[in-house]
């Protein structure tokens, strides 16, 4: 196959075309765009949530959102200290805050997605470190920390409406579907969005912390070990490539149709069966056919289907946050400062924005992770303790 680029090409195999993906990428992010239909587009400020950390409960980073390819910025608000991953629904951003510097615990806020003034907050969050990561679903909050500690919240309100302690070395949540789900030391739960009683429970996996993604046909755990497990929606094992290894930590995962992206370990899998049909380096996002894959300075794309590369950029600056697509743009985030807006058709750069501050930073359990996120027309990035939106 005829290559455009001196990158090194990530493939895949499929059940119809037999194909491995290799990647020798030190950091790959991969991010996708695909047209939406006139109505989709219509209703994107209402109907295009970011409800978890890369957007979704499958972490696809992609969006239906509607952006212009030249951004303006809509507002910008400081808040008491270091902001997390942004979600956007129903309205709102919502975001937790926590200062590594202080004592342990952190601040749940939600902004106005209008103008970004304050609808309610900052709530506290206590728990061991400063750990506070976060989903949406259904109208509702749901925030996790270290000690596994879920903390669900009326969305519009801000009312707490149960409290539900799992296990410590917790990891980020995800919500689907009137669940939510988390890993704690080994064991993943499943918890009702309504009640928070627990209702599904995984056996014993080796690792902790790990960020599952789940989708209709189970939960997906990227975790130990680098071993990949596969979850019924009822928390029994569909199954495992574990190889009896033990060992700690966890990583995310990422789904696209028939495959899972495992994170520790770098493989991917099928879903039905856990056979393993490549391997790959850092985060993936997915929609349609493109890919695009943020590799330290650059984002290399190429076309999934056929891992015929497309293009090549670099950005001018270590990639931090993102990336994160919408159907006519990829955007992402350096560590110059800049917000870079590419074409996905040519990876052309469309526009470049000076932040207020250095984008990402926070980390497992030592301070809640951040990143960008496109939802509800709207993209909101943090940089340190101030988040701003743009539009």
């Not at 491995?20 to 695909?34: E, G, K």
């Amino acid at each position: 196959m005829g290559r455009t680029t001196d990158k090194p090409v990530p493939r895949y195999e499929g059940d119809a075309m037999r194909r491995t993906m290799i990647a020798t990428l030190s950091i790959a992010l991969v991010v996708l765009s695909v047209p939406a239909s006139g109505a989709a587009a219509a209703s994107a400020g209402t109907s295009c949530p970011a409800v978890a950390h890369h957007i979704d409960a499958q972490h696809s980073g992609f969006s239906c959102s509607t952006l212009p390819t030249t951004l303006a910025k809509k507002w910008s608000i400081t808040l008491n200290g270091d902001a997390s991953y942004p979600l956007v629904a129903g309205g709102r951003v919502f975001v937790t805050t926590s200062n590594s510097g202080g004592p342990y615990g952190g601040w749940l806020y939600a902004l106005n997605a209008s103008d970004g003034t304050v609808a309610w907050g900052p709530v506290p969050l206590s728990g061991t470190y400063y750990y506070f990561p976060l989903a949406y679903d259904g109208g509702r909050v749901f925030v996790n920390d270290f000690d596994g500690t879920i903390r669900a919240f009326d969305a519009g309100t801000g009312a707490q409406a149960w409290t539900t302690p799992t296990a410590y070395f917790s990891g980020e949540p995800v919500a689907l579907n009137g669940r939510v789900w988390v890993e704690g030391p080994g064991i993943v739960y499943g918890l009702s969005e309504t009640t928070g009683q627990i209702v599904a429970q995984s056996p014993y996996l080796d690792g902790d912390g790990a960020a599952p993604a789940a989708d209709q046909t189970g939960v997906y755990v990227s975790t130990g070990c680098a071993s990949q497990y596969a979850l019924n929606l009822d928390g029994t094992l569909k199954w495992s490539d574990h190889d009896g290894c033990t060992g700690g930590g966890g990583a995310s995962t990422a789904l696209r149709k028939r495959l899972m992206f495992g994170a520790d370990g770098d493989v991917v899998l099928q879903k039905t069966n856990g056979t393993q049909v490549g391997s790959f380096a850092g985060w993936p996002a997915f929609a349609g056919p493109d890919g695009f894959f943020a590799v330290d300075d650059s984002v290399f794309a190429e076309d999934v289907q056929t891992t015929v590369p497309l293009w090549t950029t670099p950005v001018g600056g270590t990639i931090l946050a993102g990336p994160v697509a919408t159907r006519s743009a990829v955007f992402v985030a350096t560590d110059a400062d800049q917000l870079v807006t590419l074409d996905p058709r040519t990876g052309h750069v469309l526009s470049t924005i000076a932040l207020a501050g250095t984008p990402g930073g926070g980390g497992q359990y030592f301070g809640s992770p951040s990143d960008m996120a496109v939802g509800g027309s709207l993209l909101v990035i943090p940089t340190g303790s101030t988040v701003t939106a743009y539009g």
